[in-house]
């Protein structure tokens, strides 16, 4: 299976099994918007609970709020989002389709980089131990035939991008040839700036001052609210505020199931320091960061950092945390350092003195911020599509199994009576069952053979199955099976609770965080 296959497969095994519906369905869906089904959501807040906690309880000097998405308008001039907050779109006129100038060239560019790559494997097998990257990249002719071509586009495209010149981008798309996918031309509009902001209106006057915005991000909120939380928390610099919330966006391409929707939801912490020691904490905040994704053992290789050469209008350094989806690596979690940009700017918006006083050095300042910002949604896509497995069995058979890491994982714990027309087996399974129920989230199921119960679980990443059979209403023992080895145990009921915890304890990762 091709990787975009399996995207395919992966999107409507979403769908199949309850975790992720197109949102308005039965209306033909709405573009870029999608609804958690049962499993989804469970899958979501455990991801948030792994974030939250990780942020809020194992930072003494991190604190979490739950700020409102509807904020004052002039929040979002102060933060520059009204003017820069753009991004720059290009229709073809044959096909009627819109597309982002920037994203048609980076894509333009990444084949070019999967061009070079390509020969580099085929020069890898040909010279197989002997073989020397570095050198082969250096002398090529095919290699340096693509490295010419792209580093003469990406000169052109990085100045465009600095120089903000929507014309030469459209002149880059035109001279590199690239065409619609639609329909097939090369026949484009102007480049034009578009603001993602969505505007709706408050109260029932409909005049301008009325207009307000959907919050494009949560760390405004986080901003707005530094004063309330560093005085009445008592909080001494260096500190954060963390907070997970809806934000919204008017996507001009919303593409790739859920890594770009138009709602969206966010898990962002501003972290407030001194001015000067910012690319300190920069550092300290992008190993802290990687280490919680590393964490979740979906292997190291699958992340990787992507410093910014254009930063955004706010930051003075800026990395994104990569993550191998299937359709490459791309971005899961911005970290940025946003110097004292939003906190100057509410100041001066406001009029109202927005600072930290400082009462070790008896100096006042504006703080400095690092943020960490990461989309629960590509979480929960980095997670599924890392997770989604299809294994050939021994016995021929094969099964699809979504390995998600077992804390995370929506089912922890699924109970099955071998028979379900036997009261007692069925009476010990409710017994269990109503045990386990108050610490983990479990399923009872009776239907069907015991073989396709255990699939249905696979396919849904429960890590444990536990069956009760005849010879448990004797020994008080069950089968608890696991799901990534397929193994089988037998173990006494009065176990299983501490057998089960230590797999699927979130505590367990968040004490492995170093
Ligand atoms: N406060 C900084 C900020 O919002 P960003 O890089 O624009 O920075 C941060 O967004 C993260 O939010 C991204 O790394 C991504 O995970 C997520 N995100 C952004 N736009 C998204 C969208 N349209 N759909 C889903 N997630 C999105």
């Not at 309850?18 to 039965?26: A, K, L, M, R, T």
């Not at 760390?219 to 909080?235: D, E, H, P, S």
């Not at 021994?394 to 109970?415: D, M, Y």
């Amino acid at each position: 299976m091709t990787q975009e296959e399996l995207f395919k497969v992966l999107v409507a095994h979403c769908k199949e099994y309850g975790f992720i519906f197109p949102s308005s369905e039965i209306y033909d869906g709405l573009g870029a918007v999608y609804d958690y089904g049962q499993l989804g959501v469970e899958l979501k807040n455990n991801i948030k609970s792994y974030w939250w906690n990780a942020m809020t309880r194992l930072h003494e000097n991190i604190v979490g709020i739950d700020s409102c998405i509807f904020m004052h308008p002039k929040i979002w001039e102060a933060s520059g989002h009204v003017s820069a907050f753009n991004d720059p779109l290009i229709d073809n006129k044959d096909s009627k389709k819109r597309y982002r100038a920037d994203v048609l060239i980076e894509d333009y560019l990444a084949k070019i980089e999967e061009k070079m790559n390509k020969e580099v494997e085929k020069g890898r097998r040909k010279f197989g131990e002997s073989f020397d990257e570095e050198q082969f990249r250096a002398t090529n002719p095919n290699v340096l035939r693509e490295k010419a071509k792209y580093d003469a586009v990406h000169q052109r495209y990085l100045k465009a991008q600095n120089e903000n010149d929507l014309a030469e981008y459209r002149q880059i798309i035109v001279d590199c040839g690239i065409v619609c996918p639609i329909s097939g031309t090369c026949n484009w509009t102007d480049v034009r700036q578009f603001n993602l902001m969505f505007k709706t209106s408050m109260g029932s006057t409909a005049d301008a001052s009325s207009t307000i915005y959907l919050r494009p991000e949560t760390a405004q909120g986080i901003f707005v609210n530094y004063l309330n939380v560093q005085k009445t928390g008592r909080m001494k610099i260096p500190f954060g505020i963390a907070q997970i919330g809806k934000a919204f966006r008017n996507e001009i391409v919303a593409r790739q199931f859920i890594f770009r929707m138009r709602e969206f939801e966010q898990m962002e912490m501003q972290f407030f320091i001194k001015p000067g020691t910012e690319l300190d904490w920069f550092r300290k905040w992008k190993e802290n960061r990687m280490n919680w994704h590393v964490n979740l053992g979906m292997g190291a290789e699958n992340y990787r950092f992507h410093d910014h050469e254009k930063l955004a209008h706010y930051a003075n350094a800026a990395t994104d945390i990569e993550f191998n989806f299937p359709f490459g690596f791309k971005e899961l979690e911005g970290i940025h350092s946003r110097t004292d940009f939003d906190l100057g700017n509410h100041q001066r918006y406001s009029g109202k003195k927005i600072q930290y006083f400082d009462p070790e050095t008896g100096e006042s300042y504006t703080p400095y911020v690092v943020e960490t910002s990461i989309g629960v949604d590509r979480m929960v896509l980095a997670v599924l599509s890392h997770s989604y497995k299809v294994e050939q069995l021994e016995n021929g058979e094969s099964r699809v199994v979504l390995s998600i890491p077992a804390p995370i994982a929506p089912v922890k714990v699924a109970v099955m009576p071998l028979l379900k027309n036997n009261p007692e087996l069925v009476a010990l399974a409710q017994e269990i069952m109503d045990d386990l129920k108050y610490d983990y989230n479990c399923q009872y199921d009776e239907k069907d053979s015991i073989g396709k119960r255990y699939r249905r679980q696979d396919a849904i990443g429960t890590p444990f199955c536990v069956t009760v059979d005849h010879d448990s209403l004797n020994d008080r023992c069950v089968t608890i099976r696991h799901r990534d080895s397929m193994a089988q145990e037998r173990v006494k009921i009065e176990d299983l609770n501490s057998i089960i915890r230590k797999e699927v304890d979130l505590n367990i990762l968040l004490r492995n965080l170093k």
